[in-house]
């Protein structure tokens, strides 16, 4: 006999595959009766082929263990321990005479990632179940290749994540308020109890329609995904309640929730299969970054950057150059000033700059061009902290 520890974990890549997907253990002990039975039908056929046999007897000990897993959840308490398998095989049935049974929610959700691809968006996959992100860098790793969606969503019953600035998109969500979240005092006005309210009453100011004849998809929540084309002109970024109460804005560095994805047992769910819409103007405009104004030094920076120089004269140089590049950035803003965050972090990491400098400098240059205060923060936080693991020396 043998306890729990001698049992295999299973070392097949499509078994890890089944339970990512959520197959449950009594369909994965169904399967493995299947093959057993499969395989003893090619020994005999063959002569009792002891290839074939080893093969069946340890799909019988696997479709035993499952089964027993079943078993212990169906009934909370553990069960017996499985015998060793009468004789030894290589874990490898890959060769197997069937396929693995197949997880539904797995295939709709590689029907829904392949869908998005083929409108031309830009598809990741999301931790299953959540509305994380499961890679890193999705940003620039989200694809519309089908063959590479394929290989991905074989893994796992992953939701959809649609990269909102590669696919050309900005996607208005229109949310619901929280349990006892209270309007803003400018927003508590007789009807107005979400996002898709909020949203009218700004169609009704602007003498426009309500802007609803687009792609849309509903959320678990209640709200709503309104999608529309990137219009031409300036590079829009996600907003946070800029257009108005419960209205969040995704577009170039952002991601929605595809259609079709699952989160706590509940769908988003297309509720209008329509090409976006151009985005209206009336919509654009308050989404638009306004050009930073020129930026001349003033006596702070002067007195800064003769602290600096006095300190190392190359590290300040590099300083005012880093400043100046995310001044004179015309796109992307926000990763401009993560780089300089990072190449100046080197130097703080080695000492030739102080953090606390560095971090005045980068926030008022990413604030004069353009940026917003958290999403400033952050950028010239993380690229610090990269930086600085990676010290650069440099003389004085």
């Not at 089944?18 to 039975?37: C, E, F």
């Not at 109890?193 to 100011?205: K, T």
Request: charged share 20%; hydrophobic share 40%; aromatic share 6%.
């Amino acid at each position: 006999m043998t306890n729990r520890r001698s049992e295999p974990t299973p070392g097949l890549v499509w078994v890890s595959d089944l339970h990512q997907a959520g197959t449950g253990p009594d369909q994965v002990a169904a399967w493995y009766a299947r093959q057993a039975a499969a395989w003893s039908e090619r020994a005999a056929s063959n002569g009792d082929d002891p290839e074939a046999t080893a093969r069946a007897n340890f799909a019988a000990w696997n479709q035993a263990i499952y089964a027993r897993r079943a078993a212990e959840l169906a009934a909370g308490t553990p069960a017996p321990p499985i015998a060793e398998p009468p004789t030894s095989a290589t874990p490898d049935l890959f060769n197997a005479p069937e396929e693995p049974p197949v997880n539904t929610s797995q295939n709709a959700l590689l029907d829904a990632a392949l869908s998005a691809a083929g409108r031309g968006w830009h598809v990741f996959p999301l931790r299953p179940g959540q509305k994380r992100p499961a890679i890193t860098d999705w940003e620039n790793r989200a694809t519309t290749d089908p063959d590479r969606i394929r290989r991905c969503w074989s893994t796992g019953a992953f939701n959809v994540g649609i990269a909102t600035g590669p696919s050309g998109l900005v996607v208005v969500d229109l949310d619901t308020p929280k349990d006892g979240a209270d309007a803003p005092e400018e927003w508590r006005l007789p009807g107005i109890r979400s996002g898709q309210d909020v949203l009218a009453v700004l169609a009704d100011q602007a003498s426009s329609d309500l802007p609803l004849d687009t792609y849309t998809v509903a959320t678990p929540s209640g709200g709503l995904h309104l999608y529309y084309a990137h219009p031409d002109g300036p590079e829009l970024r996600n907003t946070a309640g800029r257009l108005g109460w419960l209205i969040d804005t995704r577009a170039h560095g952002g991601y929605v929730v595809a259609a079709g994805s699952l989160v706590d047992g509940h769908a988003y769910t297309a509720t209008y299969d329509a090409p976006p819409a151009p985005l209206p103007p009336w919509l654009a405009l308050p989404l638009t970054p306004t050009a930073p104004s020129p930026v001349r030094p003033s006596r702070a920076w002067a007195e800064l950057l003769a602290t600096a120089k006095r300190r190392n004269a190359y590290a300040a140089a590099a300083l005012t150059g880093e400043r100046d590049r995310v001044l004179n950035a015309t796109s992307n803003r926000n990763d401009a000033l993560n780089t300089a965050a990072y190449s100046l972090g080197r130097l703080v990491g080695s000492g030739a700059l102080d953090r606390d400098l560095v971090v005045t400098v980068l926030t008022d240059a990413g604030l004069a061009a353009g940026l917003e205060p958290g999403e400033t923060s952050r950028a010239v936080r993380s690229g610090l902290d990269a930086g600085s693991r990676n010290p650069r020396e440099v003389a004085a």
